[in-house]
């Protein structure tokens, strides 16, 4: 089945104590990119790859990391999480500029 | 001005009913136009992209207009399960992506 997987998919985290959360995808996908939702301001990019070793910042890169050593993944790293970003993240993979993008199930972050 | 407005909602809407969303974006160089969908906080799902000459999808029709640079979608003879947040999503011509906020519908019985 294609899919685009994160994991984990519930986290709870204090200030300060970095996490990762993993993205991966089976469809053999160029792009993949890292959103995040927040009421009101709806799905904002954080990061994009447009294939291994290429990743350029999106509109609120601020506070994340990412990599893309392998088509197929692309973790989203947060150093040192903070209190704003608390929110609902999405990894989204899509085979070529212009196609639709088929996004993972979502991530709820919650950084005390 | 933001990148890609619509306007949030909600709108109630009895079952049955004809409905119409806009959605205005800014750039006029934008080239790719998306619909997606999204259920109650669950992942964004492509509805239909929306091409110049219009397309239409079962229920559904999807219409671009450049030179007033706004999509529109209708959704004719509504639902129950049509009740869902409706995202407009403009690329600008790179990996970039831009989406609305939403447009929140409720079907009503």
């Known amino acids: 089945e294609a899919q685009v997987t994160q994991n984990p998919r519930y986290l709870i985290t204090v200030t300060g104590k970095k996490l990762t959360v993993t993205c991966s995808q089976n469809?053999?996908?160029?792009?993949m990119s890292w959103y995040r939702q927040d009421p009101g301001l709806g799905l904002r990019q954080i990061y994009y790859s447009m294939n291994v070793e290429v990743t350029d910042k999106g509109d609120v890169p601020e506070g994340y990391k990412v990599s893309r050593k392998e088509k197929r993944n692309f973790p989203l790293i947060l150093e040192s999480p903070s209190p704003n970003q608390t929110s609902l993240y999405f990894c989204?993979?899509?085979?070529?500029?212009?196609?639709?993008?088929?996004f993972g199930p979502g991530t709820r972050l919650l950084v005390l | 001005r933001k990148e890609v407005e619509q306007d949030p909602g909600p709108f109630n809407v009895p079952e049955g009913a004809t409905v119409a969303f806009n959605c205005t974006y800014s750039?006029?160089?934008?080239?790719?136009f998306f619909w997606y969908r999204q259920d109650c906080r669950k992942e964004p799902k492509l509805l239909m992209s929306?091409?110049?000459s219009g397309n239409e999808d079962g229920r559904f029709t999807a219409q671009l207009n450049r030179a007033s640079q706004y999509i529109s979608l209708l959704i004719r003879d509504s639902k129950l399960s049509d009740s869902a947040t409706y995202l407009c999503?403009?690329?600008?011509?790179?990996?970039?992506?831009?989406f609305g906020t939403g447009t929140r519908l409720t079907i009503i019985p």
């Open positions: 929306v091409y110049s």
């Open positions: 750039n006029s160089a934008s080239q790719s």
């Open positions: 999503v403009v690329e600008f011509g790179n990996e970039k992506l831009t």
């Open positions: 989204a993979s899509r085979r070529y500029r212009g196609e639709t993008q088929y």
């Open positions: 469809m053999n996908h160029e792009y």
